[in-house]
């Protein structure tokens, strides 16, 4: 795999890597490729959010997917609270082992905020960002690695969730690294030589 062929990456405890975009974008293809490489002990852990790493999480990940929501504030509820709680796994993993995280509080924003319609509903964006910010205020990422191009068509992918993220990632412009377009193996290697450039990968 590039430059990476026979070799075991070493991600840095403490490190944060997050993968965020538009969905049907690859987010979760590159995980399952990343959590398949021989990794030098100790390896990295990876997860999404909001389904996150506990059964109750899981549980209100499967609700808020498969059951009709007529509030958008009430679904970004329960992304926040799952948030919430699994801010504890979170803190303990990436302590110990480094951790990808495919999807993060820029989600929230992007589809909640900006692509929900919440921005204009009369809701005061102090309240909702002051919330996201109580739960994720100790984890800073490292790296966002941002998608914008679906490889299929996605009726949530309006141009208002584009313009959240857009958004977001000039707002936060020294984290922030645009996934180019290309194939799983090149999108790999392009992330894997990102966090080396970086110095978050040995």
Known sequence: MGNFTGMSPHLGPG???VFEGLDRSGKSTQIQRLSALDWAAPGP????MPSGMT???SSIYSLTENRQINSPLARQLLHIACHAENIGPITHARARHGLFLDRWWWSTVAYGWYG???AGSGLDKSVFFGLIDSVWAAHEADVVFLFMTPHENDRLNRDEVRGGYTALAGEHKDVTIPVPP????ETTDFILASLRYRKLLA
């Open 15 to 17: 490190s944060l890597i």
């Open 116 to 118: 929900s319609g919440l």
């Open 182 to 185: 290309g194939s799983r193996e």
């Open 45 to 48: 852990r990876f997860t999404h």
């Open 55 to 57: 059964d109750l999480t």
